[in-house]
């Protein structure tokens, strides 16, 4: 478990803006070794001026977390800089939201799927075994969403994605017991960041998609006009980031407003479950899976004190 992240580095996908900057700035603050990766050389510049007043060990990356050889750059050149690096944070996302499912074409589902699922599998490919062979305390974070527990129409791609997310994390979590390796799903809920405009700049031009909206498309609820200033500043966030990390936290969320879907969707699953008895022989076969249909590291989390 990652308990003391001071003097330790920190590698952020997404880092320029929004809640990778946040989460650069707060684990900044706490010491660590900052490496911030984004495909946008403007928003590095950008957020690199945050850090001038300050002695903040900062480094900016440009990287595509699409391209694997790129990564492997990156990777070379953040512990080329810092050294071992102890915090894969895979944040970068794209939102293709307001669109029904049955109206997306193939370049939305791939520019979706290269970012939010590739990304994050280009990440935990090319960084998690040097993080297993340092042997130091080390952790990867991936940014889901509540998209990514409870799923809702006009945005079936971004939930597929974090759903997908999701469940890689679970079974990393699972797979890297025993190791110097931690691993927890991050579901943010509506946070002050600028994902619409940031996912219309870096959508490459070969998956841009010029089939016109049909017809009355839009997001099947209306919703009523609220206030954007409500929402969750980026730095809030970084600091529930980071003391889900420390507390070693499977699920991280930012949300407490959100706990009435996540406990419909679970009571949906539960009643769903057929009441005839169990078929004892089917039993012990189900039993050999082990974690394939019950997953021990649940009931490890038990022993994580619930928070205030």
Same mark, same amino acid.
């Given at each position: 478990?990652?308990?003391?992240?001071?003097?330790? #580095?920190?590698?952020? /996908? @997404? +880092?320029? !803006?929004?809640? &990778?900057?946040?989460?650069?700035?707060?684990?900044?603050?706490?010491?660590?070794?900052?490496?911030?990766?984004?495909?946008?050389?403007?928003?590095?510049?950008?957020?690199?001026?945050?850090?001038?007043?300050?002695?903040?060990?900062?480094?900016?990356?440009?990287?595509?977390?699409?391209?694997?050889?790129?990564?492997?750059?990156?990777?070379?050149?953040?512990?080329?800089?810092?050294?071992?690096?102890?915090?894969?944070?895979?944040?970068?996302?794209?939102?293709?939201?307001?669109?029904?499912?049955?109206?997306?074409?193939?370049?939305?589902?791939?520019?979706?799927?290269?970012?939010?699922?590739?990304?994050?599998?280009?990440?935990?490919?090319?960084?998690?075994?040097?993080?297993?062979?340092?042997?130091?305390?080390?952790?990867?974070? #991936?940014?889901?969403? /509540? @998209? +990514?527990? !409870?799923?809702? &129409?006009?945005?079936?791609?971004?939930?597929?994605?974090?759903?997908?997310?999701?469940?890689?994390?679970?079974?990393?979590?699972?797979?890297?017991?025993?190791?110097?390796?931690?691993?927890?799903?991050?579901?943010?809920?509506?946070?002050?960041?600028?994902?619409?405009?940031?996912?219309?700049?870096?959508?490459?031009?070969?998956?841009?998609?010029?089939?016109?909206?049909?017809?009355?498309?839009?997001?099947?609820?209306?919703?009523?006009?609220?206030?954007?200033?409500?929402?969750?500043?980026?730095?809030?966030?970084?600091?529930?980031?980071?003391?889900?990390?420390?507390?070693?936290?499977?699920?991280?969320?930012?949300?407490?407003?959100?706990?009435?879907?996540?406990?419909?969707?679970?009571?949906?699953?539960?009643?769903?479950?057929?009441?005839?008895?169990?078929?004892?022989?089917?039993?012990?076969?189900?039993?050999?899976?082990?974690?394939?249909?019950?997953?021990?590291?649940?009931?490890?989390?038990?022993?994580?004190?619930?928070?205030?």
């Amino acid at each position: 478990m990652l308990k003391d992240v001071s003097g330790k #580095t920190a590698f952020i /996908t @997404g +880092g320029a !803006s929004g809640m &990778g900057l946040g989460m650069a700035k707060v684990f900044a603050r706490h010491g660590m070794n900052v490496v911030i990766a984004d495909v946008r050389q403007s928003a590095l510049d950008e957020a690199m001026s945050e850090f001038k007043d300050t002695n903040f060990p900062v480094h900016p990356i440009k990287l595509d977390v699409t391209d694997r050889d790129a990564w492997v750059e990156a990777a070379d050149e953040a512990e080329k800089v810092y050294g071992n690096i102890h915090l894969l944070v895979l944040n970068a996302g794209v939102g293709v939201a307001g669109k029904p499912m049955q109206n997306c074409t193939y370049k939305d589902w791939d520019f979706s799927i290269n970012v939010n699922i590739g990304g994050v599998v280009n990440g935990v490919v090319t960084v998690l075994p040097r993080m297993l062979k340092h042997g130091e305390p080390a952790h990867v974070l #991936t940014t889901s969403s /509540t @998209g +990514g527990f !409870s799923a809702v &129409g006009g945005a079936g791609l971004y939930c597929t994605t974090k759903f997908a997310v999701t469940g890689m994390m679970e079974s990393l979590a699972t797979d890297l017991q025993g190791t110097n390796v931690g691993a927890s799903v991050f579901y943010p809920g509506p946070v002050k960041t600028s994902l619409g405009q940031t996912t219309h700049e870096v959508r490459p031009a070969h998956l841009r998609d010029e089939t016109p909206p049909a017809a009355g498309e839009a997001p099947p609820r209306d919703i009523p006009p609220f206030d954007p200033n409500v929402f969750m500043d980026p730095e809030e966030v970084g600091e529930r980031v980071l003391r889900g990390i420390t507390r070693g936290d499977l699920f991280i969320m930012s949300h407490p407003e959100f706990k009435d879907g996540l406990v419909a969707r679970n009571d949906a699953l539960v009643r769903s479950i057929p009441q005839d008895p169990p078929n004892d022989e089917r039993a012990k076969v189900v039993k050999l899976f082990g974690t394939l249909i019950y997953n021990p590291i649940y009931d490890e989390q038990k022993d994580v004190p619930a928070l205030d």
